[in-house]
Nanobody
Framework: VQLQASGGGLVQTGGSLLLSCALS????????AGWVRQVPGKEREGIAC????????QNSQIAKGRFTIFIDAGRNEVLLQMNYLRAEDTAVYYC?????????????????WGQGTLVTVSS
């Protein structure tokens, strides 16, 4: 499975970004995909996860009310719409997948990772 993340960049506080993760080589009938972020020197934080089986999502406190994860099946992409960005959202954002239909309980359980895309929110 190959994942290619894109869409990061520099944005002002309160702004929005749409992150995209292009998937290829997925062979399992179902998979879950998530977005995870990491600030240098800190642990990775799970943001949101979505099941390809039924579109159900799990959202962390980071995401609630501001971020939305969704799948564009036609383009084989998993997207993260981020609104009302704050300076503390500055991080490298990774997309990740795992076969099956259950979101992992922690980022470390994802089996496949993209290369990350940097999001910088200026205050």
């Amino acid at each position: 499975v190959q994942l290619q993340a894109s869409g990061g960049g520099l944005v002002q506080t309160g702004g929005s970004l749409l992150l995209s993760c292009a998937l290829s080589g997925v062979t399992s009938d179902y998979y879950v995909a998530g977005w995870v972020r990491q600030v240098p020197g800190k642990e990775r934080e799970g943001i949101a996860c979505i099941s390809s089986r039924d579109g159900s999502t799990q959202n962390s406190q980071i995401a609630k009310g501001r971020f939305t994860i969704f799948i564009d099946a036609g383009r084989n992409e998993v997207l993260l719409q981020m609104n009302y960005l704050r300076a503390e959202d500055t991080a490298v954002y990774y997309c990740a997948t795992l076969g099956g239909s259950t979101c992992p309980t922690a980022p470390k359980y994802y089996g496949n990772w993209g290369q990350g895309t940097l999001v910088t929110v200026s205050s």
